[in-house]
């Protein structure tokens, strides 16, 4: 199942979801799978042999006529399904490949909610309490995917971009793309873009001025750079990396406007966001640190969410080859689940001069952002 294997890139699949439900449901379960399983099983033998349009299996939604693994589909109720976007959407993705990956395998699709609300057992769907709202090629994927192992986290697998490019669908559209969550589970989404939308912090603030903000962050230089390499793979023919970052290379002027080079601009941005968000409620992850020390940077988001660390160095191997941490395979599962790079990307390589040029441009920048934040990124 092409769905599944996708999403192997990334994750522990479902098994980790099978194996750690929650605490304190877990007594619940048993008989109502059980029950859920001998219901599914008697529509399915019912509906082959009466073999009629009525029958029970078409009934309970259209795509889950269509799933072959009902079973599998029916315990798999932490991914939601991926939103219904354009292709285009995925231009904010960071990462490349994987995160293609990530949004065509985001989920068991929808006839696990259909059969969710056949059993009205696995919860409601609700407006997300957080939401990771940047920077793109800062990480995103990375902590969410993470964050996912954890039993009170549900987020949407792709990315809905709400607060930017849907918001005119209006919040019950929003909500329908979430996740069902049981009490006291949280509900997430990431849009790496909203964090430079200017309209997205009053936005964010209109559906409740209590959402809990995390921005994944990392040196305006490198992600400038990884910036470019993503859009230099799906255009080939754009012009240099030199030639887009200055307005007059001569004067050694830096193009704002390049969106590449703006992004990076992170106390600039910030400011819109404290217009509407006491500091206290956003959380700044370190891009750097969530690649050498997963654990770490865990640990404070599972603060920041008000959750039981969960997530710890257990979970977490290096992968040196790759450069980059693995989640352990999850019990039930065979392989192990790296993050980075699936197929080498090279960067361009740069002109010395001008990555020397472009750190200059952001220090003033980054200082007055660990200013802000109260916390040194140390990138220069
Ligand atoms: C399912 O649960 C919801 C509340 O969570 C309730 O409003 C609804 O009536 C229930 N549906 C059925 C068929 O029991
Ligand atoms: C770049 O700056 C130099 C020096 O000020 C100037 O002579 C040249 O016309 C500028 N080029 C462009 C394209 O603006
Ligand atoms: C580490 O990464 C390399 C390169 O991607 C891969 O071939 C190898 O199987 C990985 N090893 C482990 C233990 O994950």
Redesign the pocket.
């Known amino acids: 199942m092409g769905l599944i294997g996708r999403r192997l890139l990334f994750l522990p699949d479902a098994p980790s979801a099978l194996a750690s439900p929650p605490g304190r449901r877990r007594l619940l379960w048993p008989p109502l799978l059980l029950f859920a399983m001998l219901a599914l099983w008697l529509c399915m033998v019912y509906s082959c042999a009466a073999a009629t349009t009525g029958s029970c299996a078409p009934a309970a939604s259209s795509s889950a006529a269509s799933s072959p693994h009902p079973k599998l589909l029916l315990l798999r109720t932490k991914n939601p399904p991926p939103p219904p976007l354009s292709p285009g959407d995925e231009e904010d993705e960071e990462g490349g490949e994987e995160e293609e990956g990530i949004l065509d395998g985001a989920g068991p699709g929808p006839s696990s909610s259909a059969l969710s609300s056949f059993l009205n057992g696995s919860g409601t769907k609700r407006l997300p309490q957080a939401v990771i709202i940047g920077v793109k090629k800062g990480g995103t994927r990375a902590l969410l995917e993470f964050l996912r192992v954890h039993p009170d986290v549900r987020a949407v697998g792709a990315e809905p971009h709400f607060f930017d490019r849907n918001y005119e669908r209006g919040l019950a559209w929003y909500r329908e793309l979430m996740p069902r969550t049981l009490d006291g589970q949280i509900t997430m989404e990431k849009t790496p873009s909203y964090f430079v939308t200017k309209e997205a912090p009053a936005r964010i603030s209109a559906m409740s001025k209590d959402t809990k903000l995390i921005v994944v962050v990392r040196d305006p230089v490198t992600r400038a750079i990884s910036d470019y390499t993503q859009t230099l793979s799906k255009k080939p023919d754009i012009p240099t990396f030199e030639s887009l970052t200055f307005k007059n290379r001569t004067t050694g002027l830096i193009d704002t406007s390049w969106s590449a080079i703006q992004i990076g601009i992170y106390a600039k941005h910030l400011e819109n966001w404290l217009l509407y968000f006491p500091i206290g409620q956003i959380l700044f992850v370190s891009g750097e640190r969530l690649i050498s020390d997963p654990a770490g940077e865990l640990g404070r988001v599972q603060d920041f969410l008000g959750l039981k660390r969960i997530i710890t160095d257990k979970h977490f191997y290096f ?1 040196k ?2 450069g980059f941490p ?1 989640l352990k395979k999850a019990e039930g599962s065979s392989k ?1 689940h ?1 993050l980075g790079k699936t197929k080498g990307r090279t960067h361009p390589s740069i002109d010395q001069k001008v990555v020397q040029r472009l750190r200059e441009f952001y220090r003033p920048f980054n200082m007055k952002f660990y200013q802000m934040t109260g916390h040194d990124f140390g990138w220069d």
Do not use: D, H, L
């Open positions: 992968n080859t790759k693995c192990p790296c």
